[in-house]
């Protein structure tokens, strides 16, 4: 058997065209729908990344400003950065790009953005509002791969879902997302003593680590859906996902692949996240 691909480009593509035309119906009212990428410092991978952003934006009709600052930057500079960015009503959502220099409290930095413009959905309230099932926004990764669940029709509802990794950004958020939709719900991760155990019983595997490698065909129930978040470099220099593709798409019935996968759901969640910012915006006026 092979599985059947996940196409995060081509579900993109489809997505998008829905915020351009709300990003149309917004700035026809008067509301040009607005995302500010804050990038301090030069890692080559966060250039990159940020670039595509903008430019997804652009594409769909958004206004975006992307502010690049170098590392002597300080903590101080950046804060008083986006205090201006909460402030400045041009602008719906405030992306600060992650991983900060040495000597940025990265929390302290996302905790000063208005939760009413974290389409990040990294904020301590919107954690909390996904924690408890009020409304926020998601963290962008997580979201995607929901998107990506429906979009197959696979509802999660009933299922076991097993999630590896527990990181803030991706790990945890999807597992409240997953568990929101009624799935039985496991997380592993670094200390999890035997993992392949549990990912043979899942339904559903999101693979979150960051390494090369960590969910092999041998680790996954025939049938499974397979969902690769990693963002990995072979030794060639391609890019690769956490998941041994090549052997797990022989045991899956679905799966993302990397690049083309998960990786621009992240970039269109976020436009997602920033134009219903600019919907509330508008509707407060
Ligand atoms: N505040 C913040 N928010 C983020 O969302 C955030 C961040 N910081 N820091 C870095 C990570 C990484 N990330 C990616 C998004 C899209 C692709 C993406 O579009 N990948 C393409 C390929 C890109 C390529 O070819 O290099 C793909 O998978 O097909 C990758 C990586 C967002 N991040």
């Known amino acids: ?53 903008v430019k997804a934006c652009e594409d769909a009709g958004m206004h975006s400003v992307l502010e690049k600052y170098a590392d002597t930057m300080t903590e101080a500079e950046l804060l008083a950065r986006v205090d201006a960015l909460n402030n400045d009503p041009s602008i ?24 009413e413009k974290d389409v990040d959905g990294f904020h301590v309230a919107s954690a909390g509002a996904l924690m408890v099932g009020q409304e926020g926004f998601k963290p962008c990764t997580p979201y995607g791969c929901m998107k990506m669940l429906e979009f197959i029709g696979v509802d999660p509802k009933g299922k076991h879902a097993v999630v590896i990794g527990r990181s803030n950004i991706v790990g945890k958020p999807m597992a409240m997302l997953l568990l929101q939709a009624n799935a039985t719900v496991t997380v592993c991760h670094s200390a999890t003593p035997d993992l392949a155990h549990f990912t043979r019983q899942a339904d559903i595997v999101v693979a979150a680590v960051g390494k090369r490698n960590v969910l092999t065909a041998d680790m996954v129930k025939p049938g499974a859906v397979v969902l690769d978040v990693g963002m990995n470099r072979t030794e060639e220099g391609k890019l690769c996902g956490d998941v041994d593709f090549d052997g797990v798409k022989e045991v899956a019935s679905w799966i993302t692949p990397v690049p083309g996968g998960v990786g621009p759901m992240t970039i269109t969640m976020l436009l997602v996240n920033t134009i219903e910012s600019a919907e509330r915006a508008a509707a407060a006026r």
């Open 1 to 53: 058997m092979t599985a059947q691909l996940i196409d995060g480009n081509a579900l993109s593509k489809q997505l998008r065209a829905e915020v351009a035309t709300r990003a149309a119906a917004l700035t026809a009212r008067g509301v040009k729908p607005g995302l500010a990428v804050v990038l301090v410092g030069e890692n080559p991978a966060s250039q990159v990344y940020v670039r595509n952003k």
């Open 92 to 115: 719906h959502g405030i992306l600060v790009q992650l991983p900060l220099p040495k000597g940025i409290d990265a929390h302290k930095v996302i905790e000063a953005i208005a939760p």
